[in-house]
């Protein structure tokens, strides 16, 4: 029988149907409801398993209608295996370039070959058509222990989405000491695929990922650059769980930094994600904006060299074309922390960055060829390079950023792509600037340049 009285699960319950009924989600309670078997409830045949296999072999046929019955139990496999020697933080990793970029099947070829090709696990053209579903007290079983997490959020049966919640008297931190660590230790098979942690007392919020320490949870206060800010959960869950968002967020603002030895999750914060977005939007209308996309400020400490790399990512992830990157910097200190980040990341493959520094402006003209994907320039910031002329045309998207004492800049610019012939192309700049400072009462804000 069901005990839906306590204000923990009063919490619980009143976030469950506002994901169900102001965002769209599913919602199924499983506690004493479930049933178990391909049939069931949730199609799991045991409570140790939290990836739901009929729910996602459903997807995996919707979004490739190419794929049978071997190739899709080639992506269960896939999606379900690891290592034993893997760590949790490695098996997310990979889980994650597999949602992201597509899970490897064989294909058998004409002449008897095989090729593996990518199928694709989420739909990130349309997010809202992704199965949403929530489900909340549910079981899951570990090697040792049983526990039963508050609200799990699975897309297409991916377990993507995971909510501590606790009463009003209840501090955010302790939850997070006292009950999350617990089950990454207890339960840690339903963090494999994890993209999002959330806990909250309903009047404050916190989201983070796995392996990230309390101090790197962050509050979600604005759902648009206008807002006041409200640190309560129902503007995290209309930030974060809205549809569209969260796929958003799921593929563009998720990074692995490998810095120092060691890897951790990075999600972008709110005014990343804010600005970032809001800077792609004039990108995309760059030819009506007279080449100015505006000011995005941060203050100090608060991620410049991620939003650059957020924003680097999307543009070469979602629009046309190759555009090549051009990091300028006028220190030392600051070409080597941009070019780390850009490198540990991931942003050029296992290419290292030292293939690419250029050591002056006629160096960098040169290393703008057609086959360039990504250069960086240390020099003086009030003297770039006009890369507005620069043959051949070809998007190039430019980053400088530079410091003094106050204030920490950097621009982004992009010449336009030439048209075809027989029309006569011209060249436009389009530009953005990232501002750090103390002196900003706000984290983040994107102004007319």
């Known amino acids: 029988m069901s005990t839906d009285y306590g204000e923990d699960k009063l919490i ?164 997070f000491n006292q009950n999350y660590r617990d089950y990454l230790d207890t339960i840690p098979q339903l963090f494999y695929h994890n993209a999002f942690i959330i806990i909250s007392n309903g009047l404050e919020a916190r989201v983070g990922t796995i392996d990230s320490k309390w101090e790197f949870f962050h509050e979600w206060k604005r759902l648009t650059e206008m807002d006041k800010g409200n640190i309560e959960l129902p503007t995290m869950l209309r930030g974060i769980c809205e549809k569209e968002n969260f796929i958003d967020l799921l593929e563009n603002f998720i990074l692995y930094d490998h810095s120092d030895g060691r890897t951790v999750k990075i999600m972008a914060r709110n005014h990343q994600y804010l600005g970032v977005n809001l800077a792609v939007d004039m990108y995309r209308r760059r030819e009506y904006v007279n080449g100015k996309l505006g000011v995005f400020w941060h203050t100090q400490g608060s991620g410049k060299s991620y939003s650059m790399l957020f924003m680097a990512r999307k543009i070469r992830r979602k629009f046309e074309g190759s555009p090549t990157i051009v990091v300028l910097t006028d220190r030392e200190e600051l070409n080597k922390q941009i070019s780390d980040t850009f490198e540990n990341c991931g942003a050029l493959g296992k290419t290292k960055t030292e293939e690419f520094i250029a050591k002056s402006g006629k160096d960098l003209i040169k290393r703008l060829g057609p086959s360039c994907r990504c250069t960086q320039f240390s020099g003086a910031a009030n003297s770039p390079p006009d890369i507005r002329v620069l043959p051949p045309p070809k998007d190039i998207f430019s980053t400088i950023r530079t410091s003094s004492s106050l204030c920490e800049r950097a621009s982004i610019a992009a010449a336009k792509p030439a048209p075809p012939p027989p029309t006569i192309s011209t060249s436009h700049s389009i530009s953005c600037s990232f501002f750090s400072s103390s002196l900003q009462p706000s984290c983040c804000s994107l102004s007319p340049a």
């Open 12 to 175: 619980q319950k009143s976030t469950a149907e506002f994901l169900e009924k102001e965002l769209g989600w599913t919602l199924v309670y499983a506690y004493d409801k479930e049933v178990l078997g391909e049939n069931g409830t949730l199609g799991r045949k045991s409570y140790h398993e939290v990836f739901l296999v009929q729910r996602f072999r459903k997807a995996l046929k919707k979004l490739n209608p190419w794929i049978n019955d071997k190739q899709m139990a080639e992506a269960v496999e896939r999606m379900t295996e690891h290592m034993s020697s893997q760590t949790l933080m490695q098996i997310n990793e990979q889980k994650y370039q597999y949602i992201r970029d597509g899970v490897p099947v064989t294909r058998v070829l004409p002449n008897g070959e095989t090729k593996e090709v990518k199928a694709r696990i989420i739909n990130f053209e349309k997010g809202a058509d992704n199965d949403f579903l929530c489900v909340r007290e549910l079981k899951v079983y570990g090697s040792l222990y049983r526990r039963r997490a508050d609200i799990v959020g699975f897309v297409n049966g991916i377990p993507l989405l995971f909510m501590e919640l606790k009463n009003h008297n209840v501090e955010v931190e302790d939850a």
